[in-house]
């Protein structure tokens, strides 16, 4: 599963661009993810130039 780090996003639209779904929610200072609609494909983890998401089943291994 795929999670935004806090307070790190400069609000690009790179991720929102990628989504295959389009489950990323880019409001003027807020970012989301519709976990309901994701499928995990990752795309924007590996697009973000500023590494805001964190794939969290990685991260604990």
């Known amino acids: 599963m795929i999670e935004i780090k ?3 996003c400069d609000f690009c639209g790179c ?3 990628v989504c295959p779904v389009d489950c990323i929610d880019l ?3 807020d970012i989301d ?3 309901n609609v994701c499928i995990d494909c ?4 590996y697009i973000c130039p500023i590494e805001v998401f964190e794939d969290v089943e ?3 291994i």
């Open 15 to 17: 991720c929102v661009g």
């Open 6 to 8: 806090p307070n790190k």
């Open 42 to 45: 990752k795309l924007c983890l």
């Open 58 to 60: 990685t991260a604990e």
């Open 27 to 29: 409001k003027e200072a």
């Open 33 to 35: 993810i519709d976990y």
